[in-house]
Structures are given as C-alpha cells and as structure tokens.
C-alpha cells in the first residue's frame, strides 16, 4: 500500500519516512505515535498506539457493586473523580436509586471543579509549551509584557512590569544554573515556535500562577470529597452529611464554614478563567492564526452524551447537550441512546484483545463486551516483540480498543460539546464562542468563522478553555441552586433506601454517563446477586485514541495529524501540539472489562 | 557539578534577604517537627547543596502521585521544581518527548551517576514480558532496571510502586509488580497512599535534600516521619468512638454530628498515615472530615481487604457471603446441634447400659 | 503414682482415715485409686484463664460490632473506651498467666506438659486416640482409662487451644502495639506479626477468626468434661477443682 483512501474521508500515504515519538509526554499514561512524512515533511499517514493496558475489568468482576467507584476512579489520577462520579451513576441507574437535590448539586460541583482544574493544568502545564519557548521569554521586555497583558485582560490585576521582572528573574537564574529540568531538551530553536518574547514571558508568567492556583481550586474536592486526587464518591448520594445550625455542626462534613469556604474557591476559580486562561489562550491563538491544522475527525463527526442538567433526570435541561453530528451537518443532531446494542460498539480488529474465534471483525456493545489480551506484532512491524522499532498498521498494534457509533469514528471531547452546544444554539455557548471569535479575529486581523476556526487544533483548545470558563459560571449557580434548596429546609444527601443488597433485583443493569473534561465518558454495569457479573468503560480517549476499525476508519488522533506540515521531523513540536490538544487520557483509553474474566494467557518471565 | 547552583543561592536570586531566608530555615526546621538547634545545619544545607537531578518514571499508574505532587502547598510545587530539585525527567511535565525524552536518561546517568534519585510512580508488569506497558518500544521494566542502575536511592510513590495497587489487585492480571521486587540492590523509600499526600511526598524529598541523608524508614520501608501513627489515632472523632457513638448509616443524625464512621467500614483504626494530622490539600480536610470512612489507601493490598463499608471482611466460599460473625455463629450453631445429639445417644446408650447391668 | 497397684483394699489404706483399726477385708470394699493430676497453679490458671477467655470473647466481639450508638456528648460516655480497656487487662492477663502456665510446664508434674506438644511418635498415642475416637462415636463403649488428658483431648487442646492462643496472643500484642507505636517493645517483639499476615486490617480478621476457634473450642470442651464426668470411667471436674482425679473402677486397663 501506499495510498488508500479511508471510509471516512482521510487520505492514507505511507510510503514517506516513518516518525516515531515514543513515549508521547505531557500525557496522562503511555501513547506512542508514529507518522509518515512526504518530502515536503507533511504527515501523510499517522498510527497511534496505546501502550498500557491494566485490566480493571478482570479485576472488578464478582465484586461488591457499591465499591466499584473506587476502583475505577484509579483509572485515572488526571481526570480524577469523573470516573468514580459515572460509576455510581450506573450502579444507581441499574438499581433504581435517585439521589438527593443536595448531592445531586454537590456532585454536579465536584465534577466541574474538576473541569476546570483538568483543563486548566491541560492547557498551562501539558499543552503549553507546544506553543510557548519559555527560554525565549528571557528576551522579553517586562514593560513590553505587562502592556500585552493589560491589553489582552484589562481585568486582571497582576500586570505591572514589575510583576514579570520578578518572574523573569526567577526564570533566567533557573535557565543559567544549567540545570533546565523540565525544559530540558526541549525544541526551543525549533521554527515552529512563533510567539514573541513579551507574549513567551506573559504565558510563562501564567504557568507559574496556574501551578500555584490549580490546587486551590481542588480544596473544593477536599471539603466534599475528603482528598484530591480520589476524592469520595459514594452509591446513593454524596458522604458529605449537612449540618447547619445543630449541635455539633462545626465538626460536621459540611456546614456555614465549609460552604463559605467553597464559595470563595469557586469564585477565585470564575476570576482566574475569566481574566487569566481564556485571554491567554485567544492571543496565543491569534500569533497561530495561520496554523490551522489538526481538525481531522472534528469536521466531520462529533459526539457526545450530553449532561449537567438543571433538573435531575430530565436531559432536556441538560447545559451540555448530547447527540451525534455526522459529516460536518451542524444543522442536524443525531439522538444518541447508549443502551442501544446497535448504536455503540467496539471493536478489536487492530487491537491487541481477541474476541474469540470468528469475531474479530465484530462490534460488542459494552453490555456485551469481552477483554482477553492478545498482544501480537504484525508481519510488517519492525523490531522485535519487545523491541518495537515500527508497529504494522494493518495488523494488531494498539491497547486501545476502537468504540465507534453505528459504524462511524466520532470526535469527543470540550470541543465536541461546544460543537453541539453551538448547533443546537445554547445560549451561553453561542455568545461565548461568538464572543471569543471576535477578540481572536480583532487581534489577529482575520475573519474566520466558527465553522473554520472550531475543527482546529487551536480550537479544540480554545473550547476546552471556554468549557472551563462555562463549567466555572456553572459552579455558582449550582451553588446557588444547592443554598437555596437547604434553605428550603432540605438536608438531605444520601438516599439510602437501597443500600442493603438485599433490597436489589437478581439481576440488573445499567449505564452511567458523564461528560468527562476528555469527553464523552460511559460506564456499564451489570449485577447479578449483589455483585458485579460485567462492567465496561468507554472512554474519551479511547474514541479519540482509537485504532483503526475493520473497515479501516480512523480514528481523531490519527485524523487530526494528517496534512500537517512539520518544521523539522526531527523535532516532533507540531505532533505534540495536536496530540495535546486532546489532552490524551491513556490510563483510561485502556483498560475495559472482561465478562466472562477468563483466564488470561500468562507469560511468566524472569 | 561545579556551575549547580545552591538553594541559598536561587533564593537569593529571586530577591529574598538572608533575613528572610533564615527565617524560611527555621520554619522548614519547625515543619518536620526539629528542633531550633536544626536552623543552622537547615541553612548550612540550603547554602551548599546543588539541585538534585531526579528521574521521575511512570510504570502502569494513574499519574494521581504526579498530580498530588504539584498540589503541594509547602513547599510550592513551583519552588521545588525550580529551585529544589532538578527534575529532568518526568512524562507528565516535560518539554521534550520521544528520543529526545529518552536521550536525557542516558546524559543524567553519565553525568551524575550514583548522584541522582530516581522516583517511580507506577509499576512494571510482567506478563506477556512487560509490554503491557510499553516505554519507547520497550518494557516498562527495561526502562526501570535501566534508570535505576546508577541511582543513588529510589522513592517509590505511592501505593502503585510500593505494593501494587489497584492494578495488582486480584487475580492481578498484568502481574503488575512492586518497585522493590524488581529493583533489590537500592534503597527503596516507600511513600504509600492512592496517592499520598502532597506535602508528605515533599516533605520526604526536603528532608533527603535538607539532612542529606535518607529519612529513617520502618519495618516495611515507609518514611517514619509520617507513617507511624494509625489516622484513627489522631482522628477528630476520636472521642466519639470511644464514647461509642456512631454514625449507623449514612446521612443519619451521627452523620450530621460528625460521630465516628467505624461501623461505616472506616479503616482509619488500620491504616498507617498522615491523614488525620498534616490533612489533605493545604490541611483543608481529610476523607474522615468529609463523611466517608477511610479507604486504607495506604495499605498494602487493601484492595482486596473486604467493602469500604464493611468492618469485617467478608468471606466467599459459604454459597452466600457471609461475614467472619455470621460464619462462626453458623458454625458454633452446628456445633452445638452436635453436642446436643452426642449428649442426647450417650444418654440413651447409659440407660442401656444400667438395664444390662441390672440384668 | 501409677495405677498398676492391686486393686484389692489393704489395712494400710485405712490407716489415718476414721476407719483405721477395722479389717480391710471384711469390708469387702473396692480400692478406688485417686491421683493427684493438676497442681494448684494448673488449677489457678485454667479457671483465671476461663474467666479471661469470657470477658476477652465478649468484648472482642463489642469491638469488632459494637453495641447501637449512644447519644448526647462524647464527654459524658467511655463505652467503647470500656469495653477496649477490658480487653486489653484480660488480655494482659491471660498473657501473664499463659506464660506462667509455660514455666509451669518445666517446674510442675508430667501433666503440666501435656498441653504443649503431640506425642507423635508415641505408638501409644495413636491407639489412644483411635480408642477415643471409637468410643465418641459409639462404636466401642468403654473407654480406657487416663490419668491427664486423653489423647483426643491432647489433640485438641494442642491445636485449637494452645496454638490458638499463641495466635491470639501474637497477634493481640501485635494490634495492641498500633497504639503504643512502633517504637514500643510490643512492636519491636510482635509488630512482624502484621506484614506476614498481609496487613493490620487481615491480622484483625485474623485475630477475630481466633475467637470463633476458641468459642467452639470452649464449647466442645465443656461438653466433653460434662460428659466425660458422668460417663467416662475417671472424674474431670473434681480433677481441676481439688487436683485429684479418681477412677471409677479398679480394672487395671
């Protein structure tokens, strides 16, 4: 092969000089990638490979429904909680449970703090420096930064000169000390770097706050959850009992002190995305206005289930609505229903699992899912079994399963959401993303569209900031929402009813659905006798990460890096640029259930 | 090493006064519990020592340490990867990626061999000959046994690297391994927890820049200084368990009054770590304080230690699971039915007796 | 003292006794042979060790499920506290005299001894005990006579009574040192006790299983001593309360 022309749309040509970038870093988890590069250094084919796999799945099964949260909130330590938040909401959906106004507010919270901290850590610490040379910052002119910031977030208040020369200072005794750390090794000359030294300067200024005030904003999971990351999470409610003006309230979980507290979090977190992340991410991409890659799968399909309802249980209150867009029709939304064994599906095919003889080119609903690794290089991989020098892409050469709905690779993800929310005219999202567009345009003298500037790379990343900025205003009417109900007199935070197994049918099953800062996120559970019989999670990551199908449908990492230009393959800046954009999740990507938890083939080395 | 410069000096740089800077000695000193004798041998360090090189590995882990790690208050995340340690190595943070991640193992080993720490977040695992965690084409555990080879010690965070954790969990199918199994020839330091406390992974690496020297370790390899008490020791509801007052379920009136959550299956009373005392994130709040019972989430295996909300584990294997009680009673029933069956034939059989005797 | 004497009554056996001068063979009486089997300091400690066992069996158990939650201030009850407290001073006790009880062993009678180990290699051993076992289960009627304990009832007190407290003491000093800290001699003696048992919370369970061993041990013994009082052919009770046990008939086997 040297060309082929994909299902869905992509152009394939993998006769070019092969890249390898392994491991892929500033990710959670292990990714590799490999491209192919024509003479001009543009990726023509691209090949993503999950490289762990943990096998939750096995471990989970034949155990106590109501402790699944734990277990799978290990799944992820980045995305921390959103796991554990889809665990229990299956395990309630299966058995029947509806959960208090209280803890459904305080769970609604608990999940877009953690939003916002995931993108935020995202965008400053994993993701930045793709776009930002902090070396280079130490030409910059403070006087030079502190007028950019003042222009870009006339509201923020750290914006003397001074301010950047203390941090400037700071930075170049690090640089000449010779001991870069983190910034070793870094591509700094590399071309592909645009911004000029005041916006460098200002962007790493930023990094240092936003490491500073990440861990305030998860004090919140703290008072709630009791710890962050893994903060508790609990089938039936929330632990967090409310006592406001008993005996002993001051020792309670939550009370005046404790809500005030969260308060004030929430209102820092509101001022920080507003003044600080969404501005830096707008002028950033104004000095890219002409790298506008990486859309892939984005312009074509997106996907999400839609979640953050107003009123629990009723998805039409939802702020994030759900559904599916195919080819690039942002006029009609496809309904999603996940419970449809012919809508959702996984496959293997490229995937290092085996479903059993005959099977490998079928699709499993995750009700109905099987996880039985089977790691094998194909014929055309280079190197040896553990020793990858070039995996084969036509054979098996991932970890990470392919989920694909009715037959079609989606993108999800905050801009998949945004997306959607666009289309379908939320109101907020509208003004937002309109909003957005015309200080990036006004900046950077252009005038793109929604429709151009949204399936990019940079807009990936604009709406994950915009999704923070939203998950932000979000927090405070839920907090609002959550003061108001126990005015009302309304306390309560467990539902209790059904917490004793034997209250439980024999069997049941259910599905929990979160929109998880990586996207659109999907446990299933089934329970027979009070325990666990099967339990699956698909992923954000594992539909963007997603190998190739049996068709041969490609998957959003593998989509969005084709017709890139790189400066220097050598250096692999643009790659990571992309690839970040969708803040990989791999821990997650692979890790899905086992029904039947068969005995797994045993290689016992050493 | 000549051109590395001390943390006296970085401070210096970024404009803090000697004043100032002793001052920060001295609070250092108070923080891990020192007397004021420790101030000068606190500066004398803080003025001489040259950053430490780490390599900061991840195995099969959920990148939760990493995370814990930069929500440190004091020290600030910040400050400790400027100015304390020079982390070269970490996926998570770093700029460079691919060979050029992988090129910066091999200069820190030539350059500061036996000189630089090694910190493992994660674990090998050793099926399928470890490529179910796969580092540049390779096993995990090549890239481990690799770094570790030169390093002057290995911190293992968390419960993933010191005992295995969830991936480990039965029937482990990864055959995802401990550090310490794996590496046997280095002074492994365990820093349990899913994950441990941010400013108990700090305060570990201040105290091995501050003393130069490793922290005194106990029986299983973990760092005294913060796992030597049980939570329940120093729990705030302390006193409501030994009033024997409880919260019975949740969300009850014991709940709202911040009664003790042993009968809610809290492991606090067996689980060793700092929980209850330095707190989590800045000393906002701990799972106790927030409701839910501890987890034991520092404890070796404590995956597989029965429910969260169980006090005793249950146990397989009677149709039905059942409870160590419900077991024994079941058994001490049974038993007793014997008894009373063997009473009831000897009875019978001595009046028989009697009679043949009387015969 | 053995049993082998002749089992006709003799003039001398009547000396001192207020049928001294009468002719023991008028009396046509039957010479019923008693032995002095447990010493005072046996004596004491099983009955100290009785006691302990019950309350340590009682409030292991409060410990483990402890009673329904108290109201009002915490200042104003000690339950738990209590019920710990009483835990532990019985389990110190029993812990004392258990090692007393194994000094006992070296300084006191050959019966001192019987409870620490298994005559395995004892031929005499094992047709005792395949006796005892076909007597328990009705298929032989009379049993042998014993001047300790049967070689069933060694059997069982080895393994579900001295092993077992062994267990439980090892392991009760080893979660009692949890809260005197590492640094305490109960960590440095028994402390290694928790990592070769997985862990704190599997040494709970543990030590909770022990409990159930003992209650069902207790069970079975004080059946058996019952039991064996009434039908067996020497006395039980009388042997731990005065230290002498006596056989019911003269025949020599």
Not at chain 2, 114 to 132: C, F, K, R
Not at chain 3, 224 to 229: A, I, N
Request: glycine content about 8%.
């Amino acid at each position: 092969m040297t060309t082929l022309q994909t299902p869905n749309g992509f152009t394939l040509d993998n006769s070019g000089r092969r890249i390898v970038v392994d491991p892929v870093t500033r990710i959670e988890g292990h990714l590799r990638v490999e491209v192919n590069v024509d003479h001009e250094n543009v990726i023509r084919n691209a090949v993503s490979t999950g490289t762990m796999w943990r096998g939750l799945e096995v471990i989970l099964r034949g155990r106590d429904p109501r402790d699944a949260w734990a277990f799978v909130e290990r799944i992820c330590g980045v995305c921390t909680g959103c796991h554990a938040l889809a665990s229990v909401r299956a395990v309630e959906d299966a058995l029947g449970i509806r959960v208090p106004t209280n803890a459904f507010l305080i769970r609604q919270i608990m999940a877009k703090v953690l939003a916002w901290q995931d993108h935020v850590v995202h965008f400053y610490h994993l993701h930045a420096l793709d776009w930002v040379n902090p070396i280079n910052a130490l030409q910059a002119d403070p006087r030079a930064t502190s007028q950019l910031q003042q222009t870009v977030s006339p509201d923020n208040p750290r914006s003397s000169p001074g301010y950047f020369r203390d941090v400037q200072n700071r930075l170049r005794k690090f640089v000449e000390s010779g001991q870069l750390g983190i910034f070793k090794n870094g591509y700094w000359d590399n071309a592909a770097y645009l911004l000029p030294p005041e916006a460098n300067l200002m962007a790493v200024t930023h990094y240092l706050e936003a490491l500073d005030f990440q861990k305030e904003i998860v004090k919140v999971h703290a008072v709630l959850g009791g710890k962050n990351p893994h903060p508790n999470y609990m089938v039936g409610g929330v632990p967090c009992a409310i006592n406001m003006d008993g005996d002993m309230a001051a020792g309670a979980p939550l009370n005046m002190e404790r809500l005030n507290f969260i308060l004030l979090k929430l209102q820092e977190a509101y001022a920080f995305s507003k003044n600080v992340y969404v501005p830096d991410v707008i002028a950033i991409a104004s000095y890219y206005k002409n790298w506008l890659y990486g859309g892939g799968l984005s312009a074509h399909n997106v996907m999400d289930y839609g979640d953050y309802p107003t009123i629990q249980g009723d998805p039409s209150t939802d702020r994030f609505p759900g559904g599916v867009i195919l080819n690039g029709n942002w006029d009609e939304i496809l309904p999603i229903n996940p419970r449809d064994p012919a809508q959702i599906q996984e496959f293997i095919t490229h995937s290092w699992y085996q479903y059993g003889p005959g099977q490998e080119y079928t699709g499993l609903h995750p009700w109905d899912g099987i996880t039985d690794p089977h790691y094998a290089l194909g014929v055309n991989a280079k190197g040896t079994r553990t020793n990858i020098l070039a995996v084969d892409e036509n054979a098996k050469y991932s970890w990470i399963k392919a989920p694909r709905w009715r037959g079609n690779a989606c993108e999800v993800g905050p801009l998949a959401r945004y997306i959607l929310a666009y289309s379908k005219g939320v109101a907020y999202v509208k003004a937002q993303v309109d909003d957005a567009l015309d200080r990036f345009n006004h900046m950077a003298g252009t005038a793109l569209t929604p429709k151009q500037a949204l399936p990019t790379t940079i807009g990936r990343t604009l709406a994950r900031a915009l999704e923070a900025h939203y998950c932000a205003h979000q927090m405070l009417d839920d907090y609002n929402a959550m003061i108001a109900n126990i005015k009302a007199g309304d306390l309560s935070t467990a539902n209790m009813t059904k917490w004793d197994p034997a209250t439980w049918p024999k069997e049941a099953k259910g599905v929990g659905l979160v929109a998880a800062p990586r996207g659109a996120l999907g446990h299933w559970i089934k329970i027979r006798d009070g325990k666990i019989e099967n339990y699956q999670c698909v992923v954000p990551s594992t539909w963007n990460g997603s190998p190739r199908d049996p068709r041969g449908t490609i998957g959003a990492f593998e989509a969005s890096l084709l017709g890139t230009p790189m400066v220097n393959p050598e250096q692999p800046v643009e790659i990571l640029r992309t690839l970040h954009s969708f803040d990989p999740c791999l821990a997650c990507a692979t890790h899905v259930m086992a029904p039947d938890g068969g005995e797994l083939s045993r290689v016992i080395v050493r | 090493m000549a051109n590395i410069e001390t943390f006296y000096d970085v401070m210096r740089r970024q404009g803090i006064t000697r004043r100032s800077f002793i001052k920060y000695c001295s609070l250092t000193a108070t923080a891990l519990g020192l007397g004021p004798e420790f101030v000068p041998q606190i500066v004398h360090a803080m003025e001489t020592k040259p950053r430490l090189p780490v390599l900061w590995l991840h195995g099969l882990e959920c990148t939760c340490c990493s995370e814990s790690f930069i929500r440190s208050s004091h020290p600030l995340a910040k400050d400790v990867i400027l100015s304390m340690i020079s982390l070269d190595y970490d996926d998570l943070l770093m700029a460079s990626a691919g060979y050029q991640a992988e090129a910066i193992i091999d200069e820190v080993m030539t350059k500061y061999n036996g000189n630089y720490i090694l910190a493992v977040e994660g674990n090998p695992p050793l099926n399928e000959d470890g490529m179910y965690c796969i580092i540049g084409g390779k096993p995990f555990v090549e890239q481990l046994r690799k770094a570790a080879s030169g390093a002057k010690a290995v911190i293992a965070w968390g419960s993933c690297a010191s005992h295995g954790c969830v991936q480990a969990a039965r029937p482990n199918p990864t055959r995802a391994t401990p550090v310490d199994k794996v590496i046997l020839n280095k002074p492994i330091i365990k820093v349990p927890g899913c994950p441990p406390i941010a400013e108990v992974m700090t305060g570990v690496i201040t105290y091995m820049l501050t003393f130069d020297r490793m922290p005194d370790l106990d029986r299983q390899g973990r760092p005294r200084m913060f796992y030597s008490q049980r939570i329940h020791d120093k729990c705030y509801r302390r006193a409501h368990f030994d009033a024997g007052q409880y919260v019975e379920t949740f969300d009850d009136e014991g709940a709202r009054k911040g009664y003790c959550l042993y009968k809610m299956g809290c492991k606090g009373p067996t689980t060793y770590n700092a929980c209850s005392t330095i707190r989590w994130n800045d000393g906002v709040s701990f799972p106790i304080q927030s409701g839910h019972g501890c987890l034991g989430c520092s404890e070796e295996g404590f995956w597989d230690k029965g429910s969260w909300y169980a006090r005793l584990q249950h146990v397989d294997g009677f149709g039905i699971e059942a409870s160590a009680d419900k077991v024994g009673a079941v058994t001490a029933g049974v038993v007793g039915a014997g008894l009373a069956a063997h009473a009831a034939v000897s009875a019978l059989k001595r009046i028989r007796c009697k009679k043949d005797d009387n015969q | 003292m053995s049993v082998t004497q002749s089992n006709v009554l003799r003039d001398e056996d009547l000396k001192e006794t207020h049928l001294q001068g009468l002719s023991a063979r008028t009396l046509h009486a039957r010479r019923l042979m008693t032995v002095y089997v447990y010493e005072a300091p046996v004596r004491l400690w099983h009955w100290v060790s009785a006691l302990c066992i019950l309350v340590l069996c009682i409030t292991g158990y409060l410990i483990a499920s402890p009673l329904p939650s108290l109201s009002g201030s915490p200042s104003e009850h000690y339950q738990m506290g209590w019920i710990r407290y009483l835990h532990f001073a019985a389990a110190w006790i029993f812990a004392i005299a258990f090692l007393g009880r194994v000094i006992w062993a070296f300084m006191g009678n050959v019966y001192a001894r019987e409870m620490f180990y298994i005559p395995f290699w004892r031929v005499s051993y094992w047709k005792g005990l395949i006796d005892t076992i076909l007597v328990y289960a009705f298929i032989r009627s009379r049993g042998k006579k014993f001047v300790g304990h049967n070689p069933l009832a060694v059997t069982a007190i080895f393994f579900c009574f001295t092993l077992t407290s062994i267990f439980m003491i090892f392991t009760g000093f080893a979660l009692y040192s949890e809260g005197t800290g590492m640094d305490s001699w109960e960590a440095k003696l028994f402390g290694w006790v928790i990592p070769l048992l997985g862990g704190h919370l599997s040494t709970h369970f543990l030590h909770h299983w022990g409990m159930w061993v003992i209650i069902l041990f207790v069970m079975i013994h004080v059946y058996t001593v019952v039991l064996e009082d009434i039908a067996s052919r020497q006395s039980l009770i009388s042997a731990m309360t005065n230290g002498y046990r006596f056989f019911k008939d003269d025949q020599p086997k």
